[in-house]
Nanobody
């Protein structure tokens, strides 16, 4: 089993930044793709960003258009930690953010492809 624990959420004003962290423990697989999803009440969980194992050739992260250029996903395989740097935050970024991991090296935008999930961290952006 793999355990994922997110941290770094909080309340900020529009235009400010936050950095989310996701610490993985247990039977971790460095080859797993890692992703961030977010969810607001009454809506389905939405893909935000994903990144493959660092050693994959052509390892370009994937982002939804609404966060491209503002958010950056990264990972430190030495410490089993994945990050989401969020800059120029907007009120529409308000959500619970979840970290997720696949069981193989495939990167996907589909939440069904991710086997392991964290408990989520709340991000609130006020206008």
């Amino acid at each position: 089993q793999v355990q994922l624990v997110e941290s770094g959420g909080g309340v900020v004003q529009a235009g400010e930044s936050l950095r989310l962290s996701c610490a993985a423990s247990g039977r971790t697989n460095h080859r797993s793709a890692m992703a961030w999803f977010r969810q607001t009440p009454g809506k389905e969980r939405e893909f935000v960003a994903a990144i493959r194992w660092s050693n994959v050739v052509g390892n370009y992260p994937d982002y939804i258009n609404s966060v491209r250029g503002r958010f950056a996903i990264s990972r430190d395989d030495a410490t089993n930690t994945t990050y989401l740097q969020m800059d120029s935050l907007k009120p529409e970024d308000t959500a619970v953010y979840y970290c997720a991991a696949t069981h193989d090296a495939s990167m996907s935008r589909d939440s069904n492809d991710y086997r392991y999930w964290g408990q989520g961290t709340q991000v609130t952006v006020s206008s």
